[in-house]
């Protein structure tokens, strides 16, 4: 029932016409008792009604009160959104959908500040962003799509300023639809990203420096997690074991291992995260590597230990060290094959020593042997010559010793058969590949430190048929000599010279720039045990000059022009 | 030179000089003794040599250089060397260089005689050649220049006719020299006269 004042006012008019008709109160009270029970329903009713009213119009007033507050609260919603929208850092702009791209109703003060531009400059226009003749950036693209099909759309563009400057703009378009569902407005929210941008590509520059240092680093770089599985594989690592980052990423890394490491590299690597242990890690170590093919490599490997994320990695350094164990095995061999000639050079020396004793020493008893043979035949003719019996006995007793000393030559000859250096070790040789060989073992060790060599080696020279250890012997006596000479030299000075002498036999000649000969010292020069220093690889130069007569050369000395002495040799050619 | 050729002996050492001395002049052979290659050179009469021992290993001047000299001043004197044991190449050289023998100490006296003998031999030999050379000169002098001539002639085996033609005589006058050559020579036959120019190294020239 529609308490309205209409009806209210309808019921008092009632009530009135009622009295009215039918009298006063006191009449109508005296008429009737029905009348007065009517009256007081009347006026209960009545005052029902109003009160009725009352509390309709009191609901009313509160739901106009309400009302009001609720428009008093939207309002200050309102205010406060429109100051946040005011006082937010971040650009915003609100464009309404005239020609479908719109046009700026609103721009905060964010947006001025950020472009440059004012309020006044840019509302009415199409936002700047979209304005046609932009270039089509797939950032851009973005953008038209979004308006096209009217989704909202977040992407980065670099938004110009006023002043031609921009900066990197991170735009958010959001539809703002109407009751029917039809997109009226779009609101743009602008947020400066330009130091978070700027920060990237720094970052981004960073990473692409050290992906190529990576990608380009002379040694090949693997990088593992706690379980050994591979994380990291560059190109080298690539080159040198045959594998492409796609096929080991993931794997264990002792596939690039050989037995027994593959078994235990786990084991390793479980250890250290234990114990802390370092083994490996910052010290570094020579280890053989695995190939794709099976086969073996050395390399050099270091290992680091980084910790991303909470988790611990390591990056292992690889260095393929082939070239360098060859060179270091190359010089090895060298150094053995030196220390071989060395002892070979001094077992032949003492050899040589001996034989050369066993040789003066026959020599010198052949001498006493010979006159005392002589004198024995020499008497037992002259007992034999007078025709006389009483000489039988004498002259049987010289036989006996005539006899035994050709049994005493006989020994001495078989001895220095038996130490002498047969002729079978003479063979075809060039001389300067000898004296090459001679001359670095000469030139070993501190003797001939600060020493000036100077070599005239000719070329062509014809092969010689020598003994190659024992021309040797020579030459390296002839060098010790020489550096021995030197001793004293401010600037110590030695040249050897091979060359074809008028005769056409080989001429070798060894020359110092020492104190010279004395006379005293030149006449005893070749004689036996004549030298003041045994050594263990010089053999004195009697032994020389018995090697280089065998041979059916000459050795000799002379003073050297400047000073110094000049020891030469010859080799004949041959027959 | 005298009748009996002498041995030299050349060596330092004083022993085996003295007793290799001894035991050749109980062979029979005179012998002087010299203490090195330079006394040798130097005092020896090289005409009166029939040979010469020489040790070839000496201080100062060797055995092969003493031998090296004697080519020189005088080639035909045999020269043995004497060597200790080993000394192999180095004889070998000796030999190619002319010495005629070598031999090694201690001496075994056969080896020594035998040695010594052929080389006394051919120093007797050439000195005889050297004598019957020095001889048939002497003769070739003293013929007169025309007597010579056909000397010449006749030893390249012209016959007297073809002699006297070449000369411009008469063939009887060839014949008369002839006989006088064949005296003064002392040849027998024209073979012989040839035998002896050739002996004596004389100059044959034709016309």
């Given at each position: 029932m529609r308490l309205t004042w209409a009806t209210t006012l309808g019921v008092c008019g009632a009530a009135i016409i009622a009295l009215v008709i039918f009298g006063t109160p006191e009449e109508i009270w005296s008429a009737n008792r029905i009348f007065p029970g009517m009256t007081l329903l009347m006026l209960v009713m009545l005052g029902v009604l109003f009160y009725w009213r009352y509390q309709s119009i009191?609901?009313?007033?509160?739901?106009?009160?309400?009302a009001i507050e609720t428009g008093r609260k939207i309002e200050r919603a309102l205010q406060l959104r429109n100051q946040a929208i005011e006082s937010s850092i971040n650009g915003i702009v609100i464009t309404d959908v005239e020609d479908d791209i719109g046009r700026v109703i609103y721009v905060n003060p964010a947006y001025e500040e950020l472009t440059g531009f004012s309020a006044e400059e840019?509302?009415?226009?199409?936002?700047?962003?979209l304005r046609p003749g932009k270039v089509a950036t797939p950032e851009l693209k973005a953008l038209q799509t979004s308006l096209t099909e009217n989704r909202p759309v977040r992407t980065t563009v670099r938004t110009f300023r006023k002043d031609g400057s921009f900066f990197w703009d991170d735009i958010h378009i959001s539809q703002i639809r109407d009751e029917n569902g039809e997109v009226s407005h779009r609101i743009a929210i602008h947020s400066d990203i330009s130091d978070a941008m700027d920060k990237e590509i720094e970052l981004d520059n960073s990473r692409r420096a050290l992906q190529s240092m990576i990608a380009t680093s002379p040694d090949g770089i693997i990088t593992i997690d706690r379980h050994g599985a591979i994380q990291m594989f560059n190109q080298t690592a690539e080159a040198l074991f045959g594998y492409s980052e796609s096929e080991v990423i993931g794997m264990n890394v002792k596939m690039l291992m050989p037995h027994p490491y593959q078994a235990e590299h786990d084991s390793y690597i479980s250890k250290y995260l234990k114990t802390g242990e370092k083994r490996i890690i910052g010290i570094g170590r020579e280890v053989t590597a695995l190939r794709k093919d099976g086969t073996t490599f050395p390399i050099e490997l270091a290992v680091g230990e980084i910790e991303?994320?909470?988790?611990?990695?390591?990056?292992?350094?690889?260095r393929d060290i082939t070239q360098r164990r060859e060179a270091e095995n190359q010089l090895a061999s060298s150094q053995n094959r030196l220390k071989e000639l060395q002892s070979e050079f001094v077992h032949v020396s003492r050899l040589s020593a001996m034989g050369e004793m066993a040789a003066t020493l026959a020599h010198e008893l052949n001498q006493p042997l010979a006159a005392m043979m002589n004198y024995a035949q020499a008497t037992r003719r002259m007992l034999q010559s007078v025709d006389s019996g009483e000489n039988d006995r004498p002259i049987e007793l010289m036989t006996k010793a005539v006899d035994q000393a050709g049994r005493a030559g006989e020994i001495i000859r078989r001895l220095r058969n038996f130490v002498a250096q047969g002729e079978t070790d003479r063979?075809?040789?060039?001389?300067?590949?000898?004296?090459?060989?001679?001359?670095?073992?000469a030139l070993v060790g501190a003797r001939s430190d600060g020493v000036e060599t100077t070599m005239a080696l000719a070329a062509d020279l014809p092969e010689v048929m020598m003994d190659r250890i024992q021309i040797q012997q020579v030459v390296v006596n002839l060098i010790r000599n020489s550096l021995d000479a030197t001793v004293d030299q401010e600037r110590r000075l030695i040249s050897i010279r091979t060359s074809l002498d008028e005769q056409n036999d080989l001429l070798?000649?060894?020359?110092?720039?020492g104190p010279g000969l004395d006379k005293a010292v030149a006449e005893r020069l070749f004689q036996p045990f004549n030298s003041s220093k045994p050594d263990g690889m010089g053999i004195g130069l009697s032994i020389s000059r018995t090697i280089i007569e065998q041979h059916g050369g000459r050795i000799w000395a002379t003073p050297n022009e400047g000073g110094g002495v000049v020891f030469s040799f010859t080799l004949p050619i041959g027959e | 030179m005298s009748q009996e050729a002498t041995?030299?002996?050349?060596?330092?050492?004083?022993?085996?000089?003295?007793?290799?001395?001894?035991?050749?002049?109980?062979?029979?052979?005179?012998?002087?003794?010299?203490?090195?290659?330079?006394?040798?050179?130097?005092?020896?009469?090289?005409?009166?040599?029939?040979?010469?021992?020489?040790?070839?290993?000496m201080p100062k001047m060797s055995g092969l250089e003493v031998q090296q000299r004697l080519r020189t001043d005088r080639p035909e004197l045999p020269v043995i060397i004497v060597t200790g044991h080993?000394?192999?190449?180095?004889?070998?050289?000796?030999?190619r260089s002319g010495a005629v023998d070598f031999i090694e100490k201690p001496f075994d006296e056969d080896m020594l005689l035998a040695s010594v003998e052929s080389a006394m031999s051919l120093a007797r030999k050439s000195h005889e050649e050297d004598e019957l050379k020095a001889s048939i000169r002497t003769n070739i002098a003293r013929l007169t220049p025309r007597e010579r001539e056909v000397f010449d002639r006749l030893i390249i085996g012209h016959a007297?006719?073809?002699v006297a033609r070449k000369l411009n005589c008469s063939p009887r006058t060839v014949e008369i020299h002839r006989a006088r050559i064949m005296e003064k020579m002392a040849a027998t036959s024209i073979a012989h006269l040839v035998r002896m120019a050739l002996a004596a190294d004389i100059e044959i020239t034709d016309d």
């Open positions: 009191k609901r009313a007033n509160a739901k106009l009160s309400d840019l509302v009415g226009q199409p936002p700047d962003i991303i994320n909470g988790e611990k990695q390591f990056t292992g350094f690889i063979l075809l040789d060039d001389i300067n590949d000898v004296l090459n060989e001679a001359c670095a073992l070798v000649s060894v020359a110092d720039n | 041995v030299c002996v050349v060596d330092d050492d004083e022993a085996v000089r003295d007793s290799l001395q001894v035991l050749l002049e109980t062979m029979g052979y005179r012998v002087n003794a010299y203490d090195s290659g330079v006394e040798f050179l130097e005092n020896c009469a090289l005409q009166e040599a029939g040979c010469v021992l020489v040790d070839v290993r080993g000394d192999v190449p180095m004889a070998v050289q000796a030999m007297n006719k073809v």
